[in-house]
Nanobody, 123 residues
Framework: QVQMVASGGGLVQAGGSLRLSCAAS????????MGWFRQAPGKEREFVAA????????YYAESVKGRFTISRDSAKSTAYLQMNSLKPEDTAVYYC????????????????WGQGTQVTVSS
């Protein structure tokens, strides 16, 4: 199975920025719709952003709109999540996954989650 590898997380102060990357282990995912989700301690995994494989359709959670930007590289081989103006409430493990059908906004519509990457934002 495809393993989606999210990387680029770390510890930053509020107001700072991070750029997360997502790549497939074992195969490319350039033809897939990809989503970013996050899960904070004690909370359900929640939708962050999604992008169609050519980038023509993009969705953001209201909580990150205007601060986060989802994108793909020109070859559609790597996906990114640029996170600006980070807030402590953005602290979570961030996952990328492949859409398998259904709503772009639902965790159950995705697969190949991988282990995610930790983002911690201090006050």
């Amino acid at each position: 199975q495809v393993q989606m590898v999210a990387s680029g997380g770390g510890l930053v102060q509020a107001g700072g920025s991070l750029r997360l990357s997502c790549a497939a282990s074992g195969r490319t995912f350039s033809s897939y719709v990809m989503g970013w989700f996050r899960q904070a301690p004690g909370k359900e995994r929640e939708f962050v952003a999604a992008i169609s494989w050519r980038g023509e359709t993009i969705y953001y959670a209201e909580s990150v709109k205007g601060r986060f930007t989802i994108s793909r590289d020109s070859a559609k081989s790597t996906a990114y999540l640029q996170m600006n103006s980070l807030k402590p409430e953005d602290t979570a493990v961030y996952y990328c996954a492949i859409h398998r059908g259904g709503s772009y906004f639902q965790t159950r519509s995705y697969e190949n989650w991988g282990q995610g990457t930790q983002v911690t934002v201090s006050s």
